[in-house]
């Protein structure tokens, strides 16, 4: 049977260590063919998120797409100006790297730390952390990728802290960002 590289990765080399994986459910092909490393084209993300208004989504890696069973990836767009309410994402991990646009960040009991990030900057949010996320430029679209520690989309609401800067024109609402109820 003639090797098919459509799947081959690194460099579109395949690595054959002389493992013996054994083969998968269809019976000749190395298991690892199916459930090894995985590709998504940046022209393939799934855009079958919740959508609103501010803001497209796109996921990469997730359960349904990949297996994925402890992190989930995926492209965000935020319109300019946007803000999200406060809030913390509970016990996830999120990390967002900006492609263009600015971000900024405020953090705290009272968010009183804040910091900004331009394209090419890794921004961290710890568990647990009081935050709010703003797309600082009046102008032109956030654009980032978004990584967080599981599949599952955990935000808990701190309705007892007003934020710095109200959400006052566009929201930064997404399927884990909910608009503040009025």
Not at 150 to 177: M, R
Request: charged residues 25%; contains cysteine.
């Amino acid at each position: 049977m003639p090797h098919d590289h459509s799947d081959d990765h690194f460099h579109g080399h395949a690595h054959d260590h002389g493992h013996d994986h054994g083969p998968d459910h269809s019976g000749d092909t190395p298991r690892w063919k199916h459930d090894g490393v995985r590709v998504i084209r940046g022209d393939q993300l799934d855009p079958n998120t919740a959508q609103t208004p501010g803001m497209f989504r796109q996921a990469a890696i997730n359960h349904a797409r990949v297996g994925a069973q402890k992190i989930w990836a995926g492209t965000v767009a935020i319109e300019p100006d946007a803000k999200t309410g406060v809030h913390h994402h509970g016990p996830l991990e999120s990390v967002i790297y900006v492609v263009s646009g600015r971000a900024r960040l405020r953090w705290g009991e009272r968010l009183e730390f804040v910091a900004e990030a331009g394209p090419g900057d890794f921004i961290y949010v710890p568990p647990y952390v009081p935050h709010q996320e703003i797309n600082a430029d009046p102008e032109q679209v956030l654009q980032c990728v978004l990584v967080r520690s599981d599949n599952e989309a955990v935000v808990v609401n701190i309705t007892d802290v007003d934020p710095v800067e109200p959400p006052e024109s566009v929201y930064w609402v997404d399927p884990i960002h909910a608009a503040p109820k009025s």
